[in-house]
């Protein structure tokens, strides 16, 4: 089978991992601070928090930035759980703010006017507000900051798409209209550390904050203890914090394979140039991309009649092409209903996931590979009668 994605991994990753089991460090040795480095030097930021996982990224950031109980965090519904989880688990709300057709991201118009009509009904304002970065697409951030500007609420970009992408000119992650980033490396995404999150920052207090929440809250700088220490060994916890730590094992597989990320990112881009061109006259509609971004493209969906939609993905894993669905609407997951949500609340991203499909990208993709995931999708599309 022809997956939607998969890690490429070669042999200088194999021999960064044997060099950590070899040595004297597994966890939190010297691989971690070449991999943050890495990413940090990627999104053009000062610091860097590697973390267990994307879904920790998001937690310690919304963590970190103060978000609790009686706050309220939205984002976008076309998104994996976590990027409303992370709210939950700090004990605050969430709601959502619909998709732009066109990008898939979060709309602009649709923050604009949900944040006016909050506004004027005196409902709760978001104290931070979680762009996604749907298949690798930066949101138009610039706009979003200003919405932030004028009613004083945070930004922090799920990013967990979109390494290796660009806004304006500049890499996705600098943080120049966020307060943080966070990225994802699990295996189907750009660059892999098996599983692992980051958050970039350009602040240094949420930096310092991150760290103490990544292991424990625990402290051994003087500073920030009371009392007096008991000696050189000695350490306090001064706020509840997580095992939120990455491994060497895990850092030592990112820091070797980012040295690939610009040449993943480059094939990525191809094939879906590929695919564009290959789909252009046909019933599939792609994402569109905004003017300001050039994606990263972890995804490559395409949308096709939602009445065929069911049949033409069948067909594609028949012919053995393993497709897949990103992402179902957050809000119509059952224990958000139980929230109080319900489908109709955010049609254009519900209108989205009856329609679409999501094809194999990743870097090792051939050519040949490829154009046998389109003549299979046009097949598909000819016998479902769409």
């Known amino acids: 089978m022809i997956p939607y994605g998969r890690q490429s991994i070669d042999d200088d990753d194999i021999e960064a991992v044997e060099a950590v089991l070899?040595?004297?460090?597994?966890?939190?040795?010297?691989?971690?601070?070449?991999?943050?480095?890495?990413?940090?030097?990627?999104?053009?930021?000062?610091?860097?928090?590697?973390?267990?996982?994307?879904?920790?990224?998001?937690?310690?950031?919304?963590?970190?930035?103060?978000?609790?109980?009686?706050?309220?965090?939205?984002?976008?519904?076309?998104?994996?759980?976590?990027?409303?989880?992370?709210?939950?688990?700090?004990?605050a709300r969430v709601d959502f703010v619909d998709i732009d057709p066109a990008t898939l991201n979060m709309s602009v118009a649709a923050l604009a006017d949900k944040l006016e009509r909050t506004q004027r009904s005196g409902g709760l304002m978001p104290k931070l507000v979680i762009p996604v970065h749907f298949a690798g697409q930066s949101c138009p951030m610039a706009e979003f900051a200003a919405l932030a500007d004028r009613y004083g609420f945070r930004l922090l970009e799920d990013a967990s798409h979109a390494i290796g992408a660009s806004y304006k000119g500049a890499p996705v992650g600098n943080c120049n209209h966020s307060d943080a980033t966070i990225f994802s490396f699990h295996p189907v995404k750009i660059v892999t550390t098996g599983e692992g999150g980051v958050v970039v920052t350009k602040s240094q207090a949420l930096f310092e904050r991150l760290l103490r929440l990544?292991?424990?809250g625990i402290t051994r700088e003087r500073a920030l203890m009371q009392g007096e220490s008991h000696g050189p060994w000695y350490y306090q916890q001064v706020e509840l914090g997580f095992n939120y730590r990455m491994t060497d094992i895990q850092a030592a597989l990112g820091a070797s394979q980012m040295h690939r990320l610009q040449t993943f990112v480059t094939r990525r881009r191809v094939l879906v140039e590929r695919y564009r061109a290959a789909l252009a006259h046909t019933l599939v509609h792609v994402q569109g991309v905004h003017s300001d971004a050039d994606p990263s493209w972890h995804l490559f969906v395409?949308?096709?009649?939602?009445?065929?939609?069911?049949?033409?993905?069948?067909?594609?894993?028949?012919?053995?092409?393993?497709?897949?669905?990103?992402?179902?609407?957050?809000?119509t997951q059952p224990d958000f209903m139980a929230l109080g949500f319900r489908d109709g609340m955010f049609p254009e991203a519900e209108r989205y996931y009856a329609e679409a499909i999501s094809m194999p990208l990743y870097a090792s993709l051939s050519f040949a590979e490829q154009d046998v995931c389109i003549a299979a999708l046009k097949e598909a599309i000819k016998e479902s009668g769409a």
């Open 22 to 91: 070899r040595s004297d460090w597994l966890t939190q040795g010297p691989a971690i601070a070449r991999f943050e480095t890495a990413v940090a030097q990627a999104a053009a930021v000062p610091f860097a928090v590697a973390v267990s996982s994307a879904t920790a990224a998001l937690h310690l950031a919304c963590l970190a930035m103060d978000v609790g109980p009686g706050d309220m965090v939205w984002t976008s519904p076309n998104t994996f759980v976590a990027s409303a989880n992370c709210a939950r688990y700090c004990g």
């Open 214 to 216: 990544r292991t424990h």
């Open 302 to 331: 395409v949308r096709v009649p939602a009445a065929q939609r069911r049949e033409i993905f069948e067909s594609l894993r028949a012919a053995d092409i393993g497709v897949n669905v990103h992402y179902i609407p957050v809000h």
